[in-house]
């Protein structure tokens, strides 16, 4: 017999929630298959199984908390689920046939009718994670459209439940909590862990910083051009697509070297300089926002930001981003462009001084040597924390991209 137990949490986290399990006691897996996933306020953990054999027992259920290496479930490895057909019992032809019974999908708890395939499905739809939103919510799986294989209730479609015709959502006392008819319905969802800590960190940032927001406008047609004229040779020779923002961490890496205090941070009432550049990019995903970190930013070519910007949205839409990812980070960069935003102040992401947030290009008149000229310009935005950095700094840094960004060949040119 083997233990199952949690992932070795960093320092700086402290502890983690089961927020579902994909096996049953009872059930056999195989090695490396995905036995449980551990949210904690940064990143969710899986849990995998080590070799192939039975989950015999669990310990922690859905919605325990658990520590650092702790105990979650016990595994017997090389074992396999169920009685062979020699080991089961003989039946007697003059005995009446017994209603047909299967194991709950919880395994060992009460037997349940295996009627037909229509009642299999519905148990099955039933994972710890539907029953956990069913629970949180009130929503009765049984009304609601699965979108997964067969027909099976996901936990995506609890989240934003799509009702059976002529079916309501009832709670477990029977009293509808939403109608499928009329458009006043309301649903009560607890937060995450992770937006929890989101929010905590947002709220923190505003009130014990002093947060003050610069804003200039570039001029994108110098890069849109380089961008129109190479992303075909770009994409051949490096596989990944020519974005605009591999070109604006080496904007912001170059700049963060001209200005040491807005790469710096704050530890109580000491600043601490950075000899290093660790640009995070902030990324939404479907359990909230996430900033993962790219690393050496000065070391790092343009191809290799991009495969790695990319490398990281991938990762957040699936959940797979590792504490590691996220870890550290010496100034970040948010992009509300991609959702059409035009002008925002971002937040701070302490204890870093300052984010850049990049906006959605739009066409406007300027005057160009004396004409008016229709130009693609973008808002930039930059956030930071007036303890730390001068108004002299950070406008002269916020300067400096946008020079560096409306002439792309000063970064080739070290200018």
């Known amino acids: 017999m083997a233990d199952i137990k949690a992932p070795v949490f960093p320092e700086s986290v402290a502890d983690g929630t089961i927020v579902e399990w994909h096996v049953t006691e009872g059930q056999q897996v195989n090695r490396d298959d995905l036995l449980a996933e551990i949210e904690t306020d940064k990143v969710v953990l899986e849990v995998v199984a080590p070799d192939d054999g039975v989950l015999t027992k669990i310990v922690k259920q859905v919605d325990d908390t658990v520590l650092s290496d702790e105990l ?49 499905a519905d148990h099955k739809d039933q994972s710890p994670a539907v029953r956990k939103a069913a629970k949180e919510s009130g929503v009765d799986p049984k009304e609601v459209e699965g979108s997964g294989r067969g027909g099976r209730v996901t936990k995506t479609d609890m989240a934003n439940p799509t009702l059976k015709s002529d079916s309501s959502i009832k709670s477990d006392s029977g009293r509808p909590v939403a109608e499928s008819m009329g458009e006043r319905t309301e649903k009560r969802v607890p937060m995450t862990r992770l937006r929890k800590r989101v929010a905590e960190r947002l709220l923190s940032a505003s009130q014990d910083t002093a947060m003050l927001t610069t804003f200039n406008e570039v001029n994108m047609k110098p890069l849109m051009d380089m961008r129109a004229k190479y992303k075909e040779k770009f994409e051949k020779r490096h596989g ?122 739009n066409d406007r008149p300027m005057a160009v040597d004396g004409k008016v000229e229709i130009l693609p310009m973008m808002y930039l935005a930059l956030s930071y924390d007036h303890r730390m950095i001068d108004g002299k700094e950070a406008v002269q840094f916020l300067v400096t991209i946008k020079e560096l960004v409306e002439d792309p060949a000063m970064l080739l040119l070290d200018l």
């Open 240 to 361: 990944v697509r020519l974005g605009f923002m591999s070109l604006f961490v080496k904007a912001a890496t170059e700049a963060l070297k001209r200005f040491p205090a807005v790469n710096a941070s704050l530890d109580g009432d000491d600043i601490v300089y950075h000899g290093f550049y660790d640009i995070g990019v902030a990324v939404s995903s479907d359990r909230g926002l996430v900033v993962p970190v790219l690393r050496d930013t000065d070391r790092m070519s343009m191809a290799d930001v991009e495969s790695t910007i990319r490398e990281f949205g991938g990762k957040a839409q699936q959940g797979k981003l590792g504490l590691e990812d996220m870890t550290g980070g010496t100034f970040t960069i948010s992009n509300g462009g991609v959702f059409g935003s035009l002008m925002s102040t971002p937040i701070l992401n302490p204890p870093q001084t300052a984010i850049l947030g990049m906006h959605a290009i």
């Open 72 to 120: 979650i479930a016990q595994f017997e490895a090389g074992a396999s689920a169920g009685a062979s057909a020699e080991e089961a019992p003989a039946v007697n032809p003059d005995q009446p046939a017994a209603p047909v019974q299967a194991k709950q999908a919880a395994g060992g708890g009460e037997p349940v009718q295996a009627t037909d395939k229509k009642g299999e």
